[in-house]
Nanobody, 127 residues
Framework: QVQLVESGGGLVQAGGSLRLSCAAS????????MGWFRQAPGKERVFVAA????????YYTDSVKGRFTISRDNAKNTVYLQMNSLNPEDTAVYYC????????????????????WGQGTQVTVSS
C-alpha cells in the first residue's frame, strides 16, 4: 500500500505560481511512474502530467505544456508539480497518483493507469 499526501495548493492571482508536493509513505515509489491529475467542479478528473520512474521522461497535457513542470525526488519519496503562469482555467482539485512498475508510455495519461491516489489539494486562480 502507498499513501499519498498532497500539499502546496491555495489561492493565487492569474499569472502567479504554485508548487505542489506529493509525499508518499508506506513504500518507496522509486519503482513506479507517478502522475498529477485535476478535477474542476462538475467535471471529470483529467490528466495533467506524468513522470517516469527515474524522472527522465515526462508527459503533459497540451494546456499546461511550457507552464507546468513535474519532477520527483526518489530519495525523499516525493513528487512535485511546479505551476507557473497560472490562469483561472487551472482552478481545480489537484490529485497525485502512483502508477505501476511497468513501461512508461502514453497510457500513463489515463486515470486507469494508476492504483493509488491522494486526497487532493485545492488550487484556485483568481482573475
Amino acid at each position: 500500500q502507498v499513501q499519498l499526501v498532497e500539499s502546496g495548493g491555495g489561492l493565487v492571482q492569474a499569472g502567479g505560481s504554485l508548487r505542489l508536493s506529493c509525499a508518499a509513505s508506506g513504500r518507496t515509489i522509486g519503482n513506479q511512474y507517478m502522475g498529477w491529475f485535476r478535477q474542476a467542479p462538475g467535471k471529470e478528473r483529467v490528466f495533467v502530467a506524468a513522470i517516469s520512474r527515474a524522472g527522465l521522461s515526462t508527459y503533459y497535457t497540451d494546456s499546461v505544456k511550457g507552464r507546468f513542470t513535474i519532477s520527483r525526488d526518489n530519495a525523499k519519496n516525493t513528487v512535485y508539480l511546479q505551476m507557473n503562469s497560472l490562469n483561472p482555467e487551472d482552478t481545480a482539485v489537484y490529485y497525485c497518483a502512483a502508477g505501476r512498475p511497468g513501461v512508461f508510455t502514453r497510457a500513463t495519461m489515463t486515470v486507469s493507469a494508476y492504483d493509488y491516489w491522494g486526497q487532493g489539494t485545492q488550487v484556485t486562480v483568481s482573475s
